[in-house]
């Protein structure tokens, strides 16, 4: 299979055996975003044609994980914000785009398409820490925004059903965890809800919590990391400054901890997950982030559907989008 994780800065492909394992050098190339559809189609091709050339047999199938509403099904991406370009000064962003039909022109190989953060879950269902077995995973994928999955296996319904089931939601366009309410009195998120898990939890809401204790006179070391310019403060920053003992840091990850873990919660009261995963490159933080989300979902989390639970760190976040990408052409077989 080739995974295709399509960014909003770059678009990266690698090809995969069905057990996840690399088939091929992956390859990366801007994805020219914001240049009109015929260029992100050109850069897609591009580097789609690359994994292929490079791996080890023919592939049956390209998976490609898109951020926004993405219908499979009629080959459309509904919405996309960071995809588009600019007409007489103003950016427009992709709303019902066929993207399948003019990619299909550029690759011969059949196409399958899904959100990116619902097939980072999928990926990891049947590549990590999911084993292609728990009864239900859920997963929240911490990073610009705060994105979700939820994959469960037949059993886990009442009906008819075979095979690992990702659900979208009737109109494909869940599962978005993210934007669930934790506090409807909370900050406001870009997407215009107030108190949502991403206006908590987002990047840019993580590192104006550290930003404004060290504008308060707070002494940190995240201050000489930086160099003084507050502007370049990351969250990786604050997961080194954690490790050093910061407290400027470690309250940080305290907070959004405890924030995490009312979303985690919710979700083990909704869903019944056996697995709940982290993904996104602020779950590298490890411990200091999940010490505080477990304390806080365990006090959520109906008692006998809590010990069933295990929280824990993604094993798939640096791959996670072309992984997720293969489980789909793997799904689609």
């Known amino acids: 299979m080739i995974g295709v994780d399509l960014g909003g800065t770059n678009v990266r492909a690698g090809a995969f055996y069905d057990d996840g394992s690399p088939a091929g050098v992956s390859f990366s190339n801007p994805s020219n975003a914001q240049h009109g559809n015929q260029a992100i189609m050109e850069a897609i091709a591009l580097t789609i044609h690359e994994a292929t050339e490079a791996a080890a047999t023919v592939p049956a199938c390209i998976g490609i994980a898109i951020p926004g509403?993405?219908?499979?099904?009629?080959?459309?991406?509904?919405?996309?914000?960071?995809?588009?370009?600019?007409?007489?000064?103003?950016?427009?962003?992709?709303?019902?785009?066929?993207?399948?039909?003019?990619?299909?022109?550029?690759?011969s190989t059949p196409i399958r398409m899904g959100n990116d953060a619902n097939l980072a879950a999928l990926g990891e269902y049947r590549f990590g820490s999911g084993k292609n077995a728990a009864n239900c995973l859920v997963m929240f994928t911490l990073g610009t925004g705060i994105g979700s999955g939820v994959v469960m296996a037949p059993t886990s319904v009442?009906?008819?059903?075979?095979?690992?089931?990702?659900?979208l939601g009737g109109?494909?366009?869940?599962?978005?965890?993210?934007?669930?309410?934790?506090?409807?009195?909370?900050p406001e998120c870009?997407?215009?809800?107030?108190?949502?898990?991403?206006?908590?939890?987002?990047?840019?809401a993580t590192i104006r919590r550290a930003q404004h204790r060290l504008g308060r006179?707070?002494?940190?070391?995240?201050?000489?990391?930086?160099?003084?310019?507050?502007?370049?403060?990351?969250?990786?920053?604050?997961?080194?400054?954690?490790?050093?003992?910061?407290?400027?840091?470690?309250?940080?990850?305290?907070?959004?901890?405890?924030?995490?873990?009312?979303?985690?919660?919710n979700a083990i009261n909704v869903f019944a997950p056996d697995i709940v995963a982290i993904g996104g490159q602020v779950a590298k933080s490890g411990d200091w982030l999940l010490g505080p989300a477990k304390k806080t979902a365990r006090n959520i989390g109906i008692p006998s559907l809590f010990c069933d639970?295990?929280?824990?760190?993604?094993?798939?976040?640096?791959?996670?989008g072309m992984l997720g990408g293969a489980a789909l052409a793997l799904h689609a077989q």
């Open 69 to 107: 509403h993405v219908d499979d099904e009629a080959g459309i991406v509904r919405w996309s914000p960071n995809f588009g370009e600019t007409v007489n000064g103003v950016f427009v962003s992709w709303r019902n785009v066929d993207f399948r039909g003019p990619l299909s022109k550029l690759v």
């Open 217 to 265: 006179g707070r002494d940190s070391v995240l201050t000489g990391m930086v160099g003084g310019d507050l502007s370049k403060l990351t969250p990786k920053h604050l997961s080194e400054a954690a490790n050093l003992g910061d407290e400027v840091a470690i309250e940080v990850f305290e907070e959004i901890g405890t924030m995490l873990g009312v979303a985690i919660g």
């Open 190 to 204: 870009t997407s215009g809800e107030y108190g949502s898990l991403e206006g908590y939890l987002g990047r840019d």
């Open 171 to 186: 109109n494909k366009g869940g599962i978005e965890l993210g934007h669930t309410v934790i506090n409807y009195q909370g």
């Open 309 to 320: 639970a295990t929280i824990l760190v993604a094993e798939q976040i640096d791959e996670a």
């Open 158 to 167: 009442q009906g008819q059903a075979s095979g690992s089931l990702l659900i």
